[in-house]
């Protein structure tokens, strides 16, 4: 009995290639087109993330103004323990509302900030 790896026969050559596969991707081969189901359940999903984004955008706008009613009423090591917590606050609301490019930036300037005030 004669196998792939093991000829019977010392002269026969030894076939060490993985058997053909079907090639999925062949021309030819039937597609199944996406059904209006996807469609509209792939459109709901792009509204719900640019409604979370906005969300965010608000969220910070309003961080913002909060900011420019009460900094001048406050010390400078007021001012910067509140800009550190409403920085790592920021970071994690963009984590669940905001797109990955803003996710990045602020877990960037946050591991900026930890290294320079780090205890060493």
Known sequence: MS????P?????PVNLRASAKPDVLAPGMETIPPQPVDISAAALEAALRKGR??????ICACVVLMDLATFPHLGIV??????LIE?????VLA???ADERIVIA???????IWKKFRWK
């Open 106 to 112: 602020l877990d960037r300037i946050v591991a900026s």
């Open 87 to 91: 920085l790592l606050v920021l970071a």
């Open 95 to 97: 984590r669940r509302y």
């Open 78 to 83: 007021a001012i910067i323990c509140v800009f």
């Open 3 to 6: 196998t792939d790896t093991e």
């Open 53 to 58: 984004e906005e969300r965010f955008y608000w």
């Open 8 to 12: 019977s026969d010392p002269t026969e």
